[in-house]
């Protein structure tokens, strides 16, 4: 019982938040048309706790759809504008990372393994370099290749050591 009055109060939290954020986004009378009520308050309290479950889901289910909607629709009307994004998988640990101006701004997209390290990395210096760097498990650098500011490519093979190899240094 303990449990179900928890959800109950987490879903009304989350039920009011979520309307606020839309009713902020777009007009009331949007939202009265789409669900055919004020998108204010919660059904009464005389209902069971599973009544109120499902009348909040059903709620949070259609705002949720409602936010998408609008986001999508401003998203298309403007331009997003952020110094980094994380796609996140569904323990939420990032799994790629894009960033538009870490390491002394350097432009970067990295994907990550499960344990949390980078293990592929596109990098776009200021200076003009693009190199991909392939990491092994223990996140130490194998194989990077790319272009040098020049438009001279490189690629550099790393041994076990650290020691590094590039095939294409003619000096």
């Known amino acids: 019982m303990r449990e179900m009055e928890s ?3 987490r879903l009304e939290r ?3 938040w979520l309307w606020l954020a ?3 986004a777009i007009a009331a009378p949007l939202v009265t048309e789409f669900i055919g009520r004020p998108a204010v308050g919660v059904e009464p309290k005389k209902k069971t706790l599973e009544e109120r479950v499902e009348v909040l889901e059903a709620y949070n289910k259609k705002a949720l759809e409602l936010s998408v909607q609008t ?11 952020c110094r980094g994004i994380a796609v996140v998988d ?3 640990n990032p799994r790629i990372l894009l960033s538009g101006g870490e390491k002394g701004g350097s432009s970067s997209v ?4 499960r344990n949390g390290r980078s293990r ?7 200076e003009g370099s693009a190199i991909i760097r392939n990491l092994d498990a223990a996140g130490k650098l194998r194989l990077a290749h790319g272009s040098l500011p020049d438009g001279t490519p490189t690629i ?3 041994d076990s050591k650290g020691k590094a190899v590039n095939l294409l240094d003619k000096k």
Do not use: H, Q, T
């Not at 986001?71 to 504008?81: K, Q, T």
């Not at 990295?110 to 393994?113: T, Y």
């Not at 592929?120 to 200021?126: A, G, K, M, N, W």
């Open 110 to 113: 990295s994907m990550v393994d």
């Open 14 to 16: 989350a039920n009011r």
């Open 7 to 9: 959800r109950v109060l």
């Open 71 to 81: 986001m999508i629709e401003v998203m298309a009307r403007s331009e997003i504008e």
């Open 22 to 24: 839309l009713a902020v």
């Open 156 to 158: 550099v093979f790393e």
């Open 90 to 92: 569904d323990k939420r």
């Open 120 to 126: 592929l990395e596109l990098i776009v210096s200021p």
